[in-house]
């Protein structure tokens, strides 16, 4: 176990590095912040445990080759190595846009009638077939990464409260078909992530609205309750269901046992760090077709049997002593990123997606609140635990498939005439966030010197 503490050690001093670095640039929307919560709940906590004598995975498990201490060590080296690029990305977009910032931005502002329209649609549609669902009238299968429409459009009533909350704010209306879809959702016995995502959405929306970086005490509290009860989930849902008081119980009170979840906690680290090992015995680089699934997603199952599937490079590398193809285990997005590239790909991915995403967070965020491009951000901000987790497939999939309505608003808005482009104040300035946008004849001015 002296290997596992020394990269603990490693693991610790980098993350108060990244700390101290990047506090004054990052707030709660900020991609750095989901990052370094994945970061710390999914390979630091575990590692701590595992140190502390927790199971590794397979240790209870006849036949199946348990993951080793060099495993574990090696893996949480390179997801503080992915760490360290990600940063360096951000600060590559900060100094980029720090460059810009002196200069109007250009943006779409959100159109209400649009957002109305969609959502009048989409709603009780959605509605109906969760209903259904719930009712028993529909069956839906537990891979929510294959194609399946009715599954698809059970998720739109979520996707239309976020656009009308984000349009016209918590009202009771809205807020009373949150809570009650919510709590269908965390009581279904599937899908937890139905019941997160929208939180982090909300939360951050929430704060934004408010003028504040972080969240308050009443936000932390409510987020570590749903922290300790999110790995029991899916087990206190299936009780609910099936009618069974006491184990809900049993598994509630078992959420806050700190033994217990040592032992029965989310093992995401060590999923990567066997993912690393049976990548290596492949010998095989995907070179990026991993991606490729996209492709062919949006044809139905039932039309086409043999239709690739989003995680069939897990059929490749999967050995009979460690199943991940059957067993449904990920490689989080540092894995992936492995998969496909080597070492050189966890190099340049995190790279590329800190650079990308924090890009994408400080265009969006410096502007008004009714903007579209802002609307949008918060849709991908509340889905990158998920890409952190179960790789960059998830930027799609959770965005434009799960979240249909946004896709449609997102036409809706690109449609010459519905929704009109405004010249807003530099990021810069200090009214920056107010809606004076700028007016002709300056808005007709380019916002800077031309490029060569």
Not at 71 to 95: K, N, P, Q, T, Y
Not at 283 to 292: I, P, Q, V
Not at 327 to 353: H, M, Q
Request: proline letters at 6%; one cysteine or more.
């Amino acid at each position: 176990m002296d290997s596992i503490l020394l990269n603990l050690l490693f693991d610790a001093v980098v993350l108060i590095a990244v700390v101290v670095i990047m506090f004054r640039r990052v707030s709660f929307w900020h991609p750095l912040a989901v990052y370094l919560l994945f970061h710390v709940f999914s390979y630091t906590m575990r590692g701590w445990d595992l140190y502390a004598g927790a199971t590794p995975m397979y240790g209870n498990t006849a036949n199946f080759e348990v993951v080793t201490e060099a495993e574990i060590s090696r893996a949480l080296l390179w997801a503080d190595v992915a760490l360290i690029f990600f940063v360096f990305g951000c600060l590559w977009a900060h100094a980029r846009f720090g460059r810009t910032a002196q200069r109007p931005v250009q943006r779409r502002v959100l159109n209400p009638r649009i957002i109305a329209a969609v959502c009048a649609v989409c709603l009780p549609a959605g509605l109906c077939v969760f209903l259904s669902i719930k009712s028993g009238g529909i069956e839906i299968g537990e891979d929510f990464a294959a194609t399946n429409y009715l599954t698809v459009v059970a998720m739109w009533p979520i996707g239309c409260l976020t656009a009308l909350i984000f349009t016209y704010g918590f009202r009771p209306q809205w807020l009373i078909l949150v809570a009650l879809y919510l709590s269908f959702v965390a009581l279904q016995g599937y899908h937890r992530f139905m019941l997160v995502l929208p939180l982090l959405f909300f939360a951050a929306y929430y704060l934004q609205a408010r003028r504040r970086r972080w969240p308050t005490l009443t936000i932390v509290i409510g987020a570590v309750l749903v922290a300790l009860l999110f790995p029991r989930l899916k087990m206190i849902g299936t009780a609910f269901q099936q009618g069974e008081t006491a184990e809900v119980v049993t598994q509630l009170k078992d959420s806050f046992d700190r033994n217990k979840k040592r032992e029965e906690g989310e093992n995401f680290l060590d999923q990567f760090a066997a993912g690393l090992t049976m990548t290596d015995f492949a010998e095989k680089k995907f070179l990026g077709s991993t991606y490729l699934a996209i492709i062919t997603l949006p044809v139905p199952r039932a039309w086409w049997a043999n239709k690739p599937g989003l995680a069939d490079h897990l059929v490749d590398i999967s050995t009979s002593t460690r199943q991940y193809n059957v067993e449904g285990r990920i490689l989080t997005y540092v894995g992936e990123a492995y998969l496909n590239y080597g070492y050189a790909g966890i190099f340049i991915v995190p790279l590329l997606l800190g650079f990308g995403l924090t890009t994408f967070c400080l265009r969006a965020t410096t502007g008004p609140m009714d903007r579209l491009s802002r609307y949008l951000y918060l849709i991908f901000f509340m889905i990158l635990v998920q890409v952190f987790r179960d790789g960059m497939m998830s930027l799609f999939v959770f965005t434009i498939v799960h979240n249909m309505p946004m896709l449609f608003i997102w036409i809706l808005h690109s449609i010459p005439g519905l929704a009109p482009k405004v010249w807003d104040l530099p990021p810069a300035d200090p009214m920056a966030l107010e809606h004076g946008n700028i007016t002709p004849p300056f808005a007709a001015q380019p916002p800077g010197p031309p490029r060569r």
